[in-house]
């Protein structure tokens, strides 16, 4: 089974009809995508009210990555929001619980920073949080390459299995050690993320500038790096059931036609959502 979307939906322009409320946008797109990532989520833990919305608003089979609040994975700057980590743990897996209840949470998804090394301290980390998320289905995304340097490649791997880690695939550019490569292994066999970020080499490691947000996930997948990925996704379905892809190159516009133009290569049906009235079809 192959799920394919988008991070966020309220940005994407071309998949409303004009004057769409943003209170209405998560019904439309989830009539056109059947899995979409949530990055509210790591700015500020959701109150249950809000989740318990989305679950009601979107079809039945509908899938929601949900990153996790930003002080759980370092990269918090500023003065902390709750008194300790027991508070934080338990406030964001109470925000989890009715999107799990109603069978849509696909992932907690938890991204490290470029900082985040592969070092035994970082390891014990990681084993801490997979227990306090005991229960809820955790995705894993690296940006330091040192995870799946040659030496630490397979026991990255191995230790992602042993711990009950979802894999987050990533295509992202590669610059450099805040970068990692593409590592087509699954390590659950219920489930696999793939998060497509472009690959603007000179955007990627600009976060000093002031338009970084807009520049670093600037990219428009040709049809050719698309046919790429069609393969590869073939090869992760050999070793995961499910497949869930997220095409997180917003800064364009581009993700929503990337992942359309996907869908059509995967002979997923595509729905698109007239966005103006024909007056010669009445």
Known sequence: MIQVGLAGWGDHD?????GTAAKDKLRTYGTQFGIVEMDSSFYAVQPMERMTRYAEETPEGFGFIVKAYQGITGHLR????????DEMYQAFRESLEPVMLAGKLTAA???????FDCTKDNVRILRE???RMEGFPCALEFRHQSWFAPEYREKTLAFMREEGWIHSVCDEPQ???GSIPIVLEA???EFTLVRLHGRNVGGWNQSGAANWREVRYLYDYSQEELGEWKDCIDQLLRQSAKIGIIFNNNSGGHAANNAKQLMRMLDLPVTEIPRQLDLFNL
Do not use: F, I, S, V
């Not at 500023?78 to 980590?85: A, F, T």
């Open 14 to 18: 071309t998949l409303y009809p004009p």
């Open 78 to 85: 500023g003065k902390p929001y709750y008194e300790n980590d």
């Open 109 to 115: 998804l938890l991204q490290y920073p470029p900082w």
């Open 129 to 131: 949080t997979k227990k």
């Open 175 to 177: 610059a450099g050690a």
């Open 187 to 189: 390590t659950t066999p």
